[in-house]
């Protein structure tokens, strides 16, 4: 139990206990948890249609890459709620939600090609900053939680997210965007 303020007979300060566990914070950390695990999910299931819809051998092999990583970062995830002696549960992320399904209507609506496989990069970046995003905010959480092993495990998490998003915007700048601007209707 960690005790915010100190009382003293005459002190107009009032004591305050709280504990981490029972924190607003933690119980914000967890929900966020929860939504990213879900996302993380999600992703296991609609990065193999991305990679089934794209051309480019090169986007094919970034994106059965990353698949193999979001597989790690599901247990990853499922260490962090070991670390909080929580269940691993997962809470729709709406956001994750309309991500996926914004590039299922990409690759629905574009012909086969270059110009789809700028769509799925397109698509893909959206995912990965949204993962950043949540990934470095959870890491904060965990910091001031002192969350020491969830920190790493976070960190370990964000680092991966943001290589991809490297690796997606090197394949769109390198050849995918080039090819579908020389795409005709």
């Known amino acids: 139990m960690k005790t915010a303020g100190k009382t003293s007979g005459k002190s107009k300060t009032q004591s305050v206990d709280y504990s981490i566990e029972e924190s607003k914070l933690m119980k914000l950390f967890e929900d966020e948890l929860k939504d990213i695990y879900w996302a993380e999910k999600a992703l ?32 990853k995830v499922e260490e962090v709620f070991e670390v909080i002696g929580k269940k691993a549960v997962a809470k729709k992320c709406e956001a994750m939600a ?15 090609g270059a110009m789809r496989d700028a769509g799925i990069i397109s698509a893909a970046q959206k995912v990965e900053h949204y993962e950043i995003a949540s990934y470095g905010t959870l890491r904060t959480f965990a910091q001031v939680l002192n969350l020491t092993e969830a920190v790493t495990l976070l960190d ?3 680092e991966q997210e943001k290589s991809a998003d490297e690796k997606l915007t090197q394949i769109a700048e390198s050849t995918i965007n080039v090819e579908a601007l020389e795409e005709v209707e």
């Not at 299931?45 to 970062?73: D, F, G, R, Y």
């Not at 309309?98 to 086969?112: N, P, Q, R, S």
């Open 98 to 112: 309309g991500l996926v399904k914004e590039a299922e209507e990409i690759m629905k609506d574009t012909d086969k």
């Open 44 to 75: 296991v299931k609609a990065l193999p249609k991305m990679a089934k819809n794209a051309t480019s051998e090169e986007l094919v092999e970034a994106i059965e890459n990353h698949l193999e990583e979001t597989e790690m970062q599901v247990k």
């Open 156 to 158: 370990e998490i964000l």
